[in-house]
């Protein structure tokens, strides 16, 4: 089985990305169309169902419709920085259908995914503040407990630097290769 | 780069193309383009000992050390 080309286990993994970007897309979407939504009918809390769950908490009142929104939009922006490293992998794992790794290109794709990565994770503890911070006068002391730091997204975010200069190197390498006569 | 290759004068001297060179050696024109230029980065020792077989040279005469004004880099940075 190749790993690199036509045919590969890369064309097989870059399908797969096709579709999630697409998943991620139209979920985005949704979520967008959603906090509009939820903002108009916040008027009129009685039409949202008068309660909804996030996260086995129920909430209800006035701050229905913007707690549901700010919700909605903390799931979009996570949806963009996810779609942000899927669409870069989908351009990397291009260039590895292609059989052209180092393509100079990878260097900054892969800069970008470990960036979101750490973005990402650094929204993930300002939403779980946010949370913290209003949690008690809104009754959401059970989504208070998220926001703990998650050494194995640090982790990839290091590995992916480090990458990053694996790849460097070898778009180096590949240059001087291409002007060796 | 300080490094000259003097393939130009030598297909003169030998009134000798570069398609023909190519023929030759192997190499493809675009390549030797490249080669005669100047904008090659390196040379292979199987490319070299090609040309001077073909062109009944020695290495020398082929490559040449031509330095430049002081204070001029003596290798240019690859592209990031």
């Known amino acids: 089985m190749r ?143 998220g926001g703990g730091v998650n050494l194995t997204t640090w982790f990839s975010v290091l590995v992916i630097v480090v990458l990053a200069e694996v790849f460097r190197e070898g778009a180096r390498l590949r240059g001087e290769a291409e002007l060796t006569i | 780069m300080p490094i000259r290759i003097r393939l130009d004068r030598l297909l003169l001297e030998r009134r000798m193309s570069l398609t023909e060179l190519a023929d030759r050696v192997g190499v493809t024109i675009a390549n030797l383009s490249i080669l005669k230029t100047g904008k090659a980065r390196a040379i292979r020792f199987s490319t070299l000992a090609s040309l001077c077989r073909e062109l009944e040279c020695q290495p020398g005469d082929l490559v040449v050390f031509e330095p430049g004004p002081p204070g001029e880099p003596e290798e240019d940075g690859l592209e990031e």
Request: hydrophobic content about 60%; cysteine-free; proline content about 3%.
């Open chain 1, 3 to 145: 790993a690199l080309g036509p045919g590969s286990v890369s064309s097989f993994l870059k399908v797969i990305l096709d579709v999630v970007h697409w998943i991620l897309l139209f979920s985005a979407a949704a979520a967008s169309v959603g906090i509009v939504v939820v903002l108009l009918l916040s008027f009129k809390p009685e039409l949202l169902g008068g309660a909804i769950n996030i996260g086995g908490v129920h909430i209800k009142g006035a701050w229905l419709g913007p707690i549901a929104a700010a919700t909605l939009l903390a799931g979009d922006l996570y949806l963009a920085g996810a779609l942000v490293i899927v669409g870069r992998l989908r351009r990397i794992f291009q260039t590895l259908i292609i059989g052209d790794p180092f393509h100079p290109d990878n260097v900054r794709r892969l800069r970008m995914i470990g960036a979101a990565l750490a973005v990402l994770e650094l929204g993930r503890y300002a939403f779980a503040g946010v949370v913290r911070l209003f949690a008690h006068d809104l009754g959401l002391t059970k989504m208070a407990s």
